[in-house]
């Protein structure tokens, strides 16, 4: 489901990738680079989100090489534009109980016993209310974390 943004995202940028000089050791081009990177963070996003703390930032840098410096600021923007759209779909996915697979969301936490907290998380930090010390442990500022993703990242940067 969440393709569809990176492959948006791919078709606006495609226009400006730079072309590939030439035959090289791989036969990847600069365009299947481009959109391997945009559907690899907006996986990672959806699967690992907790522990992928700048994806705009971890994204922009791996595209950088393949634009020119006259089209950096126009790809900057684009990715910023797609991946609050990418964080907005998933924190509404996330508000009904379910990932994108359709299992059921858990705490991230561990029990006393050593088992897994089967209790639903709070969308921002992925703790149950029980667990929610953790995240403060973990310098979340509660504060923050009633803030959408996208404010909470602008704020880290």
């Known amino acids: 489901m969440l393709y569809q943004f990176s492959r948006a995202m791919y ?4 226009d400006v990738i730079v072309d590939s000089p030439g035959p090289c050791a791989t036969d990847r081009s600069n365009h299947v680079r481009v959109l391997h990177a945009c559907e690899e963070t907006v996986e990672r996003m959806a699967t690992d989100r907790w522990y992928f703390a700048k994806p705009t ?3 922009i840098r791996d595209l950088r090489p393949y634009f020119p410096l006259s089209e950096q600021a126009h790809m900057n923007a684009v990715v910023e534009q797609y991946l609050a759209l990418v964080d907005s779909s998933i924190e509404e996915q996330f508000e009904t109980g379910y990932d994108f697979a359709g299992n059921r969301l858990e ?6 016993k050593g088992t897994p907290c089967q209790r639903l998380p709070h ?6 209310p029980s667990h929610q010390h953790i ?5 979340v500022d509660p504060a923050l974390a009633e803030r959408p993703l996208s404010e ?5 940067a």
Do not use: F, I
């Open 107 to 112: 705490c991230r936490a561990m029990t006393r």
């Open 57 to 59: 930032r971890s994204l």
């Open 135 to 139: 995240a403060d442990a973990e310098g």
């Open 123 to 128: 969308p921002r930090n992925g703790y149950c």
């Open 11 to 14: 078709r606006a940028l495609a």
């Open 152 to 156: 909470q990242l602008a704020v880290a």
